[in-house]
Structures are given as C-alpha cells and as structure tokens.
C-alpha cells in the first residue's frame, strides 16, 4: 500500500473513531475500567495508558518511512515521551531488580 494510501486510511480510522486496540475498542476499554472496582492504592490506568501508547507508537512507526521528516513540534513530543518512559521504566525496573519490590512509592 503506497504512504498517502495508507495516510489516507488512518485519516478516515481517525474520522470514523474506529480506533481499537486488539478486539476491543476505545469505549470497551472505558466501559471495562468504569465497570471494574479498583483499590485506592493500586494503578489501574497505567497498564490500559501503555497498551495505548505502545499500540500508537507501532502505528506511527509503520506510517513513517525511514529518515521522513516531521514537523518540530512532533519531534519534541515524541522525545518528552520517551525521556518519560524511561524514567519511569528505570523506577519500576529497578525496584524489581534490586530490591525485589513491586512498585510502591516511597
């Protein structure tokens, strides 16, 4: 499929809020974290949060040819969100390697 062919295709899953993760779409994604009781502790947007991101990440991955430039502003975002990531990943990863922990903030 040529690039603007499939630009074209996203633009319209855009459009038509056809956006799905898996089998489920956004709304069921909503409807199972309103439906689902969550302690007052414990995380429950972040794992359905990195499921999008990465599912996003793949897709814009696909989309964008080798070396293709985008604007400055798309640059900047795309490296705020990766600097994030990887701070918490480093968080996370260490407590789990090092001190055998789950994540709990200290």
């Not at 956006?19 to 429950?44: A, M, Q, R």
């Not at 599912?55 to 490296?79: F, T, V």
């Amino acid at each position: 499929m040529k690039r603007k062919d499939r630009i074209l295709e996203m633009k319209s899953i855009v459009r038509n809020a056809e956006l799905s993760f898996g089998e489920d779409t956004i709304e069921d994604i909503l409807k199972k974290l309103k439906n689902t009781k969550h302690d007052e502790h414990k995380s429950y947007m972040a794992k359905p949060q990195l499921y999008a991101i990465a599912k996003m990440a793949e897709e814009l991955h696909e989309l964008l040819e080798d070396g293709e430039p985008i604007d400055d502003w798309a640059e900047s975002h795309i490296a705020k969100c990766e600097q994030m990531l990887q701070s918490v990943y480093n968080k996370i990863t260490y407590k789990k390697t090092y001190r055998g922990d789950s994540y709990d903030e200290e």
